[in-house]
T-cell receptor, first 114, second 119 residues
Framework: SQQGEEDPQALSIQEGENATMNCSYK?????LQWYRQNSGRGLVHLIL?????REKHSGRLRVTLDTSKKSSSLLITASRAADTASYFC??????????????FGRGTSLIVHP | KAGVTQTPRYLIKTRGQQVTLSCSPI?????VSWYQQTPGQGLQFLFE???????NKGNFPGRFSGRQFSNSRSEMNVSTLELGDSALYLC??????????????????FGQGTRLTVV
């Protein structure tokens, strides 16, 4: 099963609006990362937030982390058509044997209409 | 700095055949991870290599194997292909390995992927 689950699965907005995506996970983590993927291509790293951080900003991106609720949110402000992509959260879940493996959610598909 | 290069970009194979995919990481990166992405299962971790050693492995059958060379380039092999192996295979390189306590604090850089179709 997926460690991280994004919500909503799909989001359609107009250019200039804000887009908020949420990620929930099941086990404790060291850090959480957000990635973007344009259709059928590789993933691009957006931001990493550590478990002892509550909020982080990068340009038009704002990520929050609530470890008590095991959830994170990604806010894209003043969205642009170029932001159209799938967005994934990824955590370092503990695998059997005690080592950490990166685990991705199923992603939120964002469409920004010009 | 050149990015992560995966070859080939597209591949069509027949059931029962085997396939080898290649990944050249960013220069200086010693960790290479492989992922399978399908519409149904999403992104699934296959394995990670660090300094020519497999350090982590996901929940995939033994038909999926890999290796890493001294120059950090990595190959992934899938034997006895099944229709369900059709997927986008992504590799990611990082300067840090993924296993171990407090790990994975470095971002991973992904290649464009190899689209494998099994017919």
């Amino acid at each position: 099963s997926q460690q991280g689950e994004e919500d909503p699965q799909a989001l359609s907005i107009q250019e200039g609006e804000n887009a908020t995506m949420n990620c929930s996970y099941k086990t404790s983590i060291n850090n959480l990362q957000w990635y973007r993927q344009n259709s059928g291509r590789g993933l691009v790293h957006l931001i990493l937030i550590r478990s002892n951080e509550r909020e982080k900003h990068s340009g038009r991106l704002r990520v929050t982390l609530d470890t008590s609720k095991k959830s994170s949110s990604l806010l894209i402000t003043a969205s642009r058509a170029a932001d159209t992509a799938s967005y994934f959260c990824a955590t370092d879940a503990i695998a059997s044997g005690g080592s950490y493996i990166p685990t991705f959610g199923r992603g939120t598909s964002l469409i920004v209409h010009p | 700095k050149a990015g992560v290069t995966q070859t080939p970009r597209y591949l069509i194979k027949t059931r029962g055949q085997q396939v080898t995919l290649s990944c050249s990481p960013i220069s200086g990166h010693r960790s290479v991870s492989w992922y399978q992405q399908t519409p149904g299962q999403g992104l699934q971790f296959l394995f990670e290599y660090f300094s020519e050693t497999q350090r982590n492995k996901g929940n995939f059958p033994g038909r999926f194997s890999g290796r890493q060379f001294s120059n950090s380039r990595s190959e992934m092999n899938v034997s006895t292909l099944e229709l369900g192996d059709s997927a986008l295979y992504l590799c990611a390189s990082s300067s840090a390995r993924t296993g171990g306590r407090g790990s994975w604090v470095q971002e991973a850089f992904f290649g464009q992927g190899t689209r494998l179709t099994v017919v």
